[in-house]
């Protein structure tokens, strides 16, 4: 028996190998993890990288907004009146941190007497002279160096047209990308396994029912049915993420218990009734462990419709809320400059889901070569 059991690890752990092996060979399925890795790094250390460290991303500085990719700016960094609330570490790694400064747009500066007299940028061509105490605007520093709270600040994609970070922004962004992938699939994959079992395994009239509804939700439209859980649940970042796992799970019931119709009939499922363990661990120990490649690869296209659904919602107002980020919020707030002179604005977060979603495609067709899935 002890030999029986040693033979069937050795034969797991050779069947995982070989699929390893294949799937590093296929070069589409290597890209879409490298980019999924990659946006799971950027997604944890976001706010750690990301031009804008305030939470969200949303340092609004209206005069500069909607410029293109590469615009530079001066800015004379004031103190709030009010203090700002010191964070942990951890805090601000996943929060962000407030800024302790005011910023703002200026265009030149100089010392007259115990003041700091600023060009204030209003707009192109129009400025606004002011003053500012030096105890204000001084900071410590060694000789030769500014003296005054001075920074010119770099916009590699450009600003919003709230004057907010571009790339801020899209990087913080992706957590709501995986996010709402990650937390679509777990609900997707607990009801679609559990729901094709009952169907796949038992049969008959549980069969029928489950079937019944699988056919209700399938014959409803993705889009409108996400609509209506939303309008039910209500606006907000959860609710989205609940909205869209409700409506993906058809596919893995139906791909479950297809599988379950084909494998409660073999021999090792024969034995193991023999053996009178119970229905549950038949179900979960025996033959789902054996039927999970295709159901991998379902959930891979989930992970990917998930990201473009959200998207979706996001720029129709119903998903993701501002001021948090999201690429599809993103888009809609600033499409309107396609078709002006800054098309980048809204060309960024748009090809920032393209590659998201094209990975999360690529590595579900490597998967499903690696597993020899058929259909």
């Given at each position: 028996?002890?030999?029986?059991?040693?033979?069937?690890?050795?034969?797991?752990?050779?069947f995982k190998?070989?699929?390893?092996?294949?799937?590093r060979k296929?070069?589409?399925?290597?890209?879409?993890?490298?980019?999924?890795?990659?946006?799971?790094?950027?997604?944890?250390?976001?706010?750690?990288?990301?031009?804008?460290?305030?939470?969200?991303?949303?340092?609004?500085?209206?005069?500069?907004?909607?410029?293109?990719?590469?615009?530079?700016?001066?800015?004379?960094?004031?103190?709030?009146?009010?203090?700002?609330?010191?964070?942990?570490?951890?805090?601000?790694?996943f929060f962000?941190?407030?800024?302790?400064?005011?910023?703002?747009?200026?265009?030149?500066?100089?010392?007259?007497?115990?003041?700091?007299?600023?060009?204030?940028?209003?707009?192109?061509?129009?400025?606004?002279?002011?003053?500012?105490?030096?105890?204000?605007?001084?900071?410590?520093?060694?000789?030769?160096?500014?003296?005054?709270?001075?920074?010119?600040?770099?916009?590699?994609?450009?600003?919003?047209?709230?004057?907010?970070?571009?790339?801020?922004?899209?990087?913080?962004?992706?957590?709501?990308?995986?996010?709402?992938?990650?937390?679509?699939?777990?609900?997707?994959?607990?009801?679609?396994?559990?729901?094709?079992?009952?169907?796949?395994?038992?049969?008959?009239?549980?069969?029928?029912?489950?079937?019944?509804?699988?056919?209700?939700?399938?014959?409803?439209?993705?889009?409108?049915?996400?609509?209506?859980?939303?309008?039910?649940?209500?606006?907000?970042?959860?609710?989205?993420?609940?909205?869209?796992?409700?409506?993906?799970?058809?596919?893995?019931?139906?791909?479950?218990?297809?599988?379950?119709?084909?494998?409660?009939?073999?021999?090792?499922?024969?034995?193991?009734?023999?053996?009178?363990?119970?229905?549950?661990?038949?179900?979960?120990?025996?033959?789902?462990?054996?039927?999970?490649?295709?159901?991998?690869?379902?959930?891979?296209?989930?992970?990917?419709?998930?990201?473009?659904?959200?998207?979706?919602?996001?720029?129709?107002?119903?998903?993701?809320?501002?001021?948090?980020?999201?690429?599809?919020?993103?888009?809609?707030?600033?499409?309107?400059?396609?078709?002006?002179?800054?098309?980048?604005?809204?060309?960024?977060?748009?090809?920032?889901?393209?590659?998201?979603?094209?990975?999360?495609?690529?590595?579900?067709?490597?998967?499903?070569?690696?597993?020899?899935?058929?259909?």
């Open positions: 028996m002890e030999k029986q059991e040693s033979k069937m690890i050795e034969a797991g752990q050779s190998q070989k699929t390893w092996k294949r799937l296929n070069k589409g399925a290597v890209f879409g993890m490298i980019v999924i890795l990659l946006a799971c790094i950027v997604a944890l250390t976001a706010y750690l990288f990301a031009p804008d460290g305030s939470p969200d991303a949303n340092r609004m500085i209206v005069e500069i907004g909607g410029r293109k990719p590469g615009f530079k700016q001066q800015f004379l960094l004031l103190p709030k009146d009010r203090k700002t609330k010191d964070v942990s570490f951890l805090h601000y790694l962000g941190k407030e800024d302790v400064y005011n910023y703002i747009p200026i265009n030149s500066y100089q010392q007259k007497g115990d003041s700091l007299i600023v060009e204030k940028f209003i707009d192109e061509g129009i400025e606004d002279r002011l003053a500012y105490p030096l105890s204000m605007v001084r900071i410590n520093s060694s000789a030769g160096k500014n003296m005054y709270n001075v920074e010119t600040i770099t916009f590699r994609l450009g600003t919003d047209k709230y004057g907010r970070d571009i790339l801020s922004r899209l990087l913080i962004g992706v957590r709501v990308s995986l996010a709402v992938g990650l937390i679509t699939v777990v609900i997707s994959l607990s009801i679609g396994v559990l729901l094709g079992s009952i169907a796949g395994y038992f049969g008959g009239r549980a069969d029928d029912i489950i079937m019944w509804l699988l056919n209700v939700i399938w014959s409803i439209p993705t889009l409108l049915l996400v609509f209506a859980i939303t309008l039910m649940l209500g606006k907000g970042f959860w609710q989205v993420f609940i909205a869209i796992g409700l409506t993906m799970w058809v596919n893995v019931a139906r791909i479950v218990r297809g599988q379950i119709l084909s494998a409660r009939e073999l021999e090792y499922v024969e034995a193991a009734r023999a053996l009178g363990f119970s229905t549950p661990r038949i179900i979960f120990r025996h033959i789902l462990p054996n039927v999970m490649g295709p159901v991998l690869v379902v959930a891979a296209s989930n992970f990917a419709s998930a990201i473009v659904i959200e998207a979706g919602l996001s720029f129709l107002g119903i998903g993701v809320q501002p001021p948090q980020p999201s690429w599809g919020l993103m888009i809609k707030e600033n499409y309107n400059f396609i078709i002006t002179h800054n098309p980048m604005l809204a060309l960024a977060p748009g090809i920032a889901i393209m590659l998201l979603v094209l990975a999360f495609n690529l590595l579900g067709n490597g998967l499903r070569d690696a597993l020899n899935v058929r259909g």
